[in-house]
């Protein structure tokens, strides 16, 4: 999603960041138009998805980008490098409540597209229950008006029903929730308090960007399960003290089970955990990399910026609220002639 950090003056230019995607299509789209912002902007490209070989637009001045998600640093060493994202930004809501009480013993959020494998998930919770623990188990899932058949679980709670007896059904709970809500259908407080009443957290996924439910439940003092192998950042502040992982998806069940049976045994370092991933700490960390930004192109960094609030929904385009997105509805991403006209507009370049 298209970002503005910040607007030109007379000595120094501004400051905006756009999707990777969105990159791309600019590159071969509307190179003319990304001069004229170059002019007056220094122009980032925010890799939140997994993405070693996607393209370095010329235009660019820097890119945000973990080293385990974009291996742009090792194709374009030249390239200003800014090891931070979207996850770095997780709300402080996201915290520890030690007067929540547990309920649930396994929570996951996730949508249902292919990627995120919940059928392997509903497949390893039956085999728990097959094995005699009585979890309570709880699957967020927000619907998305792009779900298409060709990427997504479509018949999730048929299978649901078809899959997990009654008796199952009220240890887990399936909150599909309705499309025409924003992007995860619950405010991040509901979710922090899910994840606080909760055990441990999960994915299944096998490749990610930057996933957001790892930096909210270890924010939240809950231990992770998820895959070994998975791709993507994932895994970057993980440790034996505050996950469990699987090398086989076979097995996953049985990570599960040594989650929950011991979720009372895991350690957070917090401090470099609120380092790694809360929002005031990530911009900190920003202000500084712009600083040497400036000085490297011989200006001065005011420390000021605009629209810092959520961006751990602004960089990946979760997003909704800006003149250029037709509605909630959808994601942010400019995909447009429109959508890039309408941000231009937002530039003031005259």
């Not at 973990?66 to 800014?82: H, M, N």
Request: with cysteine; net charge negative.
């Amino acid at each position: 999603m298209a970002h503005i950090f910040k607007h030109p003056t007379d000595s120094a230019k501004g400051i905006v960041v756009i999707s990777h995607q969105e990159a791309y299509r600019g590159k071969d789209h509307y190179p003319d138009m990304m001069s004229r912002i170059n002019e007056k902007y220094f122009i980032g490209v925010h890799y939140g998805g997994f993405s070693n070989g996607a393209p370095y637009p010329g235009f660019a001045s820097f890119f945000m980008g973990r080293p385990s998600v974009t291996d742009i640093s090792r194709r374009y060493p030249d390239a200003f490098e800014i090891p931070i994202v979207s996850s770095n930004f997780t709300s402080t809501v996201f915290k520890k409540d030690p007067e929540v009480k547990k309920y649930w013993d396994i929570i996951n959020i996730s949508r249902a597209a292919n990627v995120k494998k919940l059928d392997i998930f509903f497949r390893e919770i039956k085999k728990i229950y097959g094995k005699g623990y009585k979890y309570k188990v709880l699957l967020v899932s927000p619907k998305r008006h792009e779900d298409t058949p060709e990427d997504h679980f479509m018949d999730i709670e048929d299978a649901y029903y078809r899959m997990f007896s009654k008796e199952e059904r009220q240890l887990f709970t399936l909150m599909r929730l309705a499309q025409n809500l924003e992007f995860k259908g619950l405010s991040k407080t509901q979710l922090s308090y899910f994840y606080q009443s909760s055990k441990c957290a999960t994915l299944f996924s096998d490749c990610e960007g930057s996933p957001g439910v790892v930096a909210e439940a270890l924010l939240t003092e809950i231990p992770v399960v998820m895959y070994a192998g998975q791709l993507g950042s994932g895994k970057d502040f993980l440790t034996d003290g505050n996950s469990v992982v699987w090398q086989d998806y076979n097995n996953a069940n049985e990570c599960l089970i040594r989650a929950v049976e011991n979720y009372d045994k895991f350690s957070f370092d917090t401090e470099s955990l609120a380092n790694g991933y809360r929002e005031d700490r990530g911009l900190e960390q920003l202000k500084i990399y712009f600083d040497k930004l400036y000085s490297l192109h011989g200006q001065e960094f005011d420390g000021e910026l605009i629209n810092t609030d959520d961006l751990v929904s602004r960089l990946p385009s979760h997003y909704t609220e800006l003149p250029w997105v037709d509605s909630r509805l959808y994601n942010g991403h400019m995909t447009t002639e429109e959508h890039y006209n309408k941000f231009y507009s937002e530039l003031k370049i005259y």
